[in-house]
């Protein structure tokens, strides 16, 4: 009996401070001043850099921030030490954004260092274009043999995202998706190629982290 009086006791004392410092998060939510939207972000995608692409995003904000037209360009050039061959070409995409979720310019929980930046989903519009010397395996000569190919990709789909933002201008953009590819110029002796790999044609999958800055 005993116990259970301490127990109900430590919670007449214990709940009202939980409340109180509940309140006084929200009055300090209450007193946050809206920072100024943020209508431009460049961006980069550092994981390109691995397969040798450098890849540059600029994101504009429209109808106060309920949609957003995104457009990326990137150069790739890189040698491929295991086989000798060198890949050279660009890319371009087209993204539209609408955020279900609109971003704000208040901090969360008011500490004024990160920002919810939207949840966002649309379509998507991309073209890559491949010049790249490979080598192969030739059954008719029973020798490896080498091969170029120019190849021009086409793809569109939808993409499902979301952003943060540190400081409201450090910009951290994460998405997931999907879509469908038409590739053309691929040599017929290059096979089994897969959805990530130049060439392929089909169901694609998709995603992408990227940094960026906001003014």
């Not at 460049?42 to 600029?58: N, R, V």
């Not at 010397?133 to 029973?142: A, C, N, P, T, Y």
Request: net charge positive.
């Amino acid at each position: 009996m005993k116990r259970y009086l301490l127990l109900l006791f430590a919670l007449a004392c214990i709940v009202p401070q939980i409340q109180a410092q509940r309140e006084a998060v929200l009055n300090v939510e209450a007193e946050e001043k809206p920072q100024s939207p943020v209508n431009n972000i460049i961006k980069i995608s550092p994981f390109h850099f691995i397969e040798g692409t450098f890849l540059l995003s600029y994101e504009r904000m429209l109808k106060g921030g309920s949609m957003s037209i995104m457009l990326n360009a990137g150069v790739h050039s890189r040698e491929r030490v295991f086989d000798g061959g060198d890949q050279f070409g660009f890319q371009e995409e087209l993204q539209l954004r609408f955020y279900v979720i609109p971003p704000k310019n208040t901090s969360i929980r008011a500490r004024r260092f990160a920002y919810f930046k939207g949840l966002y989903a649309g379509p998507f519009l991309g073209h890559r274009y491949r010049d790249e010397s490979i080598s192969v395996f030739d059954w008719i000569l029973q020798q490896t043999v080498g091969v170029q190919q120019n190849v021009n990709e086409f793809s569109g789909g939808v993409i499902l995202g979301s952003q943060i933002a540190f400081g409201n201008r450090l910009f951290l953009d994460v998405w997931v998706g999907g879509g469908v590819k038409r590739s053309t110029g691929r040599d017929p002796s290059v096979t089994n190629v897969t959805a990530v790999e130049v060439g392929y044609n089909g169901v694609i999958p998709k995603g992408g982290i990227q940094l960026g800055v906001g003014f």
